[in-house]
């Protein structure tokens, strides 16, 4: 395993890119019963917002990724995660929406997370960083959207983790938004995705560089344990079908087996490859927070077990999506979702895009998603004026 | 974590049950090229040899299972891993049959693995241990059914590992067995099984008590690695709707989150049960060693790849069985063992068993498929005029 930076962690915030402070005059108060005061949320946007400021869309993002969607990562120089989705001329079309993402709350990318510094101590916060939960993590959001002065977004677009957030903007937020893409996401953690991320938990918290959750304070950082809990995790975003398309048996740079534990094949290459490289840009704390807030998740809880109460009378529009591969959030987790919809009278469109690559083709080039996504916009769009505000109508 | 005995390892030939050497007279050639000599196999039987010794059965155990098949185990006094299988009057009945099952090479439990002494240095194997392969451990397996004095098995039988040590034991020694039975299996292992596989070594690995494979010299086991292999594949032995029927999002002993990192749902509080009581009764080491020859394991290889060719002209009789729900080694992985029995001419009786409790089903309460074993082995039995021998016509 190659040697990193030590210094890395503590420095998100000096990562390119907008910043906001938030917290010190009114507190956020997370579901755990805390008062966050002084928190920062670091964000992105593309595009511009109209006079009325009738054009903007939030999107969410996943449990490793981050606010910089559609240009270079500041840290691995790699291309934004949703180059193929936020862009001119693109489905989430910067030439006409004003597209706004932020880091998590609980983050490791400019965010307030545990990696960042406790002003009551002046110390990392590490373990004692509230745990926090997907509503929080949208709470934080709804105060970057007032900061901005916008009153109603447009829409709330996320896959994965990112689709909870918009389930639960949905949720708490319904008239301050016009429509709601939830992708590739379910209504609550279930037994297995809770297993998962236990088993990365563990796997970073058996590492004797987490000391437990102070690692900055001893100037480690738990690579070892971050980098398994990564190829964990990261098997569980392909499907089957993909890894074998893409790997199979086929051999690494070598035409017999090592007799040994090298790693023969191409599948144990990309994983180890996956890990090394993850622990260079993420936090494993961050790790643990972000994980905990999704098993947490479970959005009819709050009311009284029936999910469609989440969303009675909304006048938000969803479009649903799933992907027939994906094993992580079946195509029957977004079936739960609408049929929550439906009960509650939700305007609502559902799609499962037939795909072989599993849970991580909401990221990937699949041009019918792309299609969905565009489509239903540009109906919204159309639906709420939205196109002669922009001058350039459908 | 408990604390654990240190000295366990290196003691597995201290176990009860039998032992034969091998080796010092005509070694062992493996697959990898090394000769083995002087190496132990341990296994335990149950029921009688009848006169013309053509009621024995080998069993075929999985890969942290061993030979303690129907009686409580030493080392944790549980039952035995297949006593609802295996035993008077049950589907391998041991009033009718003969019953063997030793521990895999590359084992832990009294059979000669990476934890025992190398006799050429007199000091434990570690990773000079040579690497095998699923048919060394079938080699191995018929040195000991000769040293029985057994020319002929009725019949050998196992799941998941032990189905594919049917399939070698088919393919290498078709003339020695009457029946086979490849249960939960697959022909080759696919990119997931070994992606899964590469996630449990590497968690393994990154335990800095695992020394380079040289615990045993440090007086260490790198117990919180290995825990986190088996916490990672025990979920890929369950279905997602066993976990969700076993655990759902139920908490453990409270009524609300900890707000934490404690196992807050049930299902996390197993899984670390799971880990940490594997510890005390399996060698890390091993771990690698067995999963790598399960990676390894491609059958059609040695045969042109074509797999039928592993079984051209067979008089073996075959019973393949899948179980609905088992996503490790799915039920397509049995029909391309059936395609090519059917390719190859053999007599092949196939079943997928409905069943929600996924891979592990094999070792569970699954009255159909007990019924299946049972029924074929009957028929096998009198197709063979093994009853008469028997003197308990069927």
Redo the contacts between chains.
Sequence with gaps: MPTHDTNAAGKSQDLPGHHVHFGREAPLRLD?GVDLVDFTVAYQTYGTLNADKSNAIVVCHALTSDQFVAEPHPLTSKPGWWRLMVGPGLPIDTDRYFVICSNILGGCIGTTGPQDVNPVTGKPWG?DF??ITIADMVRAQAMLVDHLGIDKLFAVIGGSMGGMQVLEWAALFPERMCAALPIATAP?????N???H??G???I????DWHGGDYQSHDARPY??L??AR??AH?TYLS?QA??R????ELQDRDE?S???D???Q??SY??HQ?ITFVDRFDANSY?YIT?AM??F?LSKRYGGVLANAFKGTSVRFCVVSFSSD?LYPTRESRAIVHALNAAGANVSFVEISSDKGHDAFMLDEPDFHRVVAGFLRGCAEYHGLNRNLGNGA
Excluded: N
């Design positions: 755990c373990l509230p745990v609550r953690h279930s037994a297995q809770i297993a998962f236990e088993v938990r563990q796997a918290m058996a590492d004797p070892r344990g980098a398994v190829m964990a098997i089957e890894l074998t893409k790997f199979g048996r087996v007799w040994g534990f790693a023969d094949f599948v144990e994983l180890r890990g643990l905990r098993d947490y479970d094993w």
